[in-house]
């Protein structure tokens, strides 16, 4: 797997958080799928060689070349059975509201075709980015096309963003009733705007940005004490934590502690082997 970050262009910086390509081979791997979790972003996906497909309601539903992933409330998987190329662009959760043809919150849960997404923008976008081979060709004209597109549209009053950069930079932990008082909002305006600007409620975007960091604090150290985790990060208790977790993701934190202890072993019995050989090589 090759992947990599790119920091998008300063007059892009209020909508998108980065850009970034994949390229992978799923028919000769352990990693055969994208299990994809909970989050707010919205993504900008072009990609060429094999298709992702996805099930919905036990059928297997091919995922157009370019597609938008909107922001998610629960587990996504995407399969593969062979190598693909992806160039992309990684929304700030308020930042595809000014190029999206449809209501951000009819792209809730959903993974829609680009044409649909960005009706007149997605031509050019696609006719750009199909004529580039390389990685960094497709995300450079991927950059130079949003700037373009982004040119000439209304410039969004985003009223949501600060509201939200305080629900990011506090990790999820401020309270609704905090963020009305802070921002001297009302509750149903608070939620009108979010709806219409994220496509999700402040609620459920500030469940969601907390889901992500406790995930984050179980991949950094899988020996942590997830009771101890779950009340400092603000849930009411285990059951609570356990059933958000479980809602988000598709497995408990318990689940996924273990998991990334046995993907962290070889790595501590590698480090071992290292640490008793620095050990013998000094003298005596």
């Given at each position: 797997?090759?992947?990599?970050?790119?920091?998008?262009?300063p007059?892009?910086r209020?909508?998108?958080?980065?850009f970034?390509?994949?390229?992978?081979?799923?028919?000769?791997s352990?990693?055969?799928?994208?299990?994809?979790?909970?989050?707010?972003?919205?993504?900008?996906?072009?990609?060429?060689?094999?298709?992702?497909?996805?099930k919905?309601?036990?059928?297997?539903?091919?995922?157009?070349?370019?597609?938008?992933?909107?922001?998610f409330?629960?587990?996504?998987?995407?399969?593969?059975k062979?190598?693909?190329?992806?160039a992309?662009?990684?929304?700030?959760?308020?930042?595809?509201?000014?190029?999206?043809?449809?209501?951000?919150?009819?792209?809730?849960n959903?993974?829609?075709?680009?044409?649909?997404?960005?009706?007149?923008?997605f031509?050019?976008l696609?006719?750009?980015m199909?004529?580039?081979?390389?990685?960094?060709?497709?995300?450079?004209?991927?950059?130079?096309?949003?700037?373009?597109?982004?040119?000439?549209?209304?410039?969004?009053?985003?009223?949501?963003?600060?509201?939200?950069m305080?629900?990011?930079?506090?990790?999820?932990?401020?309270?609704?009733?905090a963020?009305?008082?802070?921002?001297?909002?009302?509750?149903?305006?608070?939620?009108?705007i979010?709806?219409?600007?994220l496509?999700?409620?402040a609620?459920?975007f500030?469940?969601?940005v907390?889901f992500?960091?406790?995930?984050?604090?179980?991949?950094?150290?899988?020996?942590?004490?997830l009771?101890?985790?779950?009340?400092?990060?603000?849930?009411?208790?285990?059951?609570?934590?356990?059933?958000?977790?479980?809602?988000?993701f598709?497995?408990?934190?318990?689940?996924?502690?273990?998991?990334?202890?046995?993907?962290a072993?070889?790595?501590?019995?590698?480090?071992?082997?290292?640490?008793?050989?620095?050990?013998?090589?000094?003298?005596?």
């Open positions: 797997m090759k992947y990599r970050e790119v920091a998008p262009h007059q892009l209020k909508h998108i958080k980065c970034w390509s994949l390229e992978h081979d799923y028919s000769n352990l990693h055969d799928h994208e299990h994809l979790w909970a989050d707010a972003h919205t993504e900008l996906i072009f990609t060429s060689g094999q298709r992702y497909s996805r919905v309601h036990g059928r297997t539903v091919v995922i157009p070349a370019t597609f938008v992933v909107g922001p409330q629960n587990e996504l998987q995407l399969l593969c062979g190598r693909i190329a992806l992309a662009a990684r929304f700030w959760p308020w930042g595809f509201h000014a190029l999206s043809r449809v209501p951000m919150k009819d792209l809730k959903t993974v829609s075709s680009g044409r649909l997404a960005l009706g007149g923008a031509e050019s696609d006719r750009a199909a004529h580039e081979r390389s990685s960094d060709a497709k995300l450079a004209k991927l950059e130079q096309g949003l700037l373009t597109v982004l040119a000439a549209l209304p410039r969004p009053k985003l009223l949501s963003r600060p509201i939200a305080e629900v990011l930079e506090t990790r999820g932990a401020t309270r609704i009733s963020l009305q008082r802070n921002h001297r909002i009302q509750a149903r305006r608070l939620q009108r979010f709806l219409e600007e496509g999700v409620t609620k459920v500030s469940r969601i907390r992500n960091h406790v995930k984050s604090l179980i991949e950094r150290n899988p020996d942590i004490d009771l101890k985790l779950a009340y400092e990060c603000g849930y009411a208790d285990q059951p609570h934590f356990t059933r958000n977790f479980r809602e988000l598709g497995r408990t934190p318990a689940n996924y502690k273990a998991l990334m202890k046995q993907a072993r070889p790595f501590n019995e590698q480090r071992d082997v290292v640490f008793l050989q620095d050990e013998a090589a000094q003298p005596g």
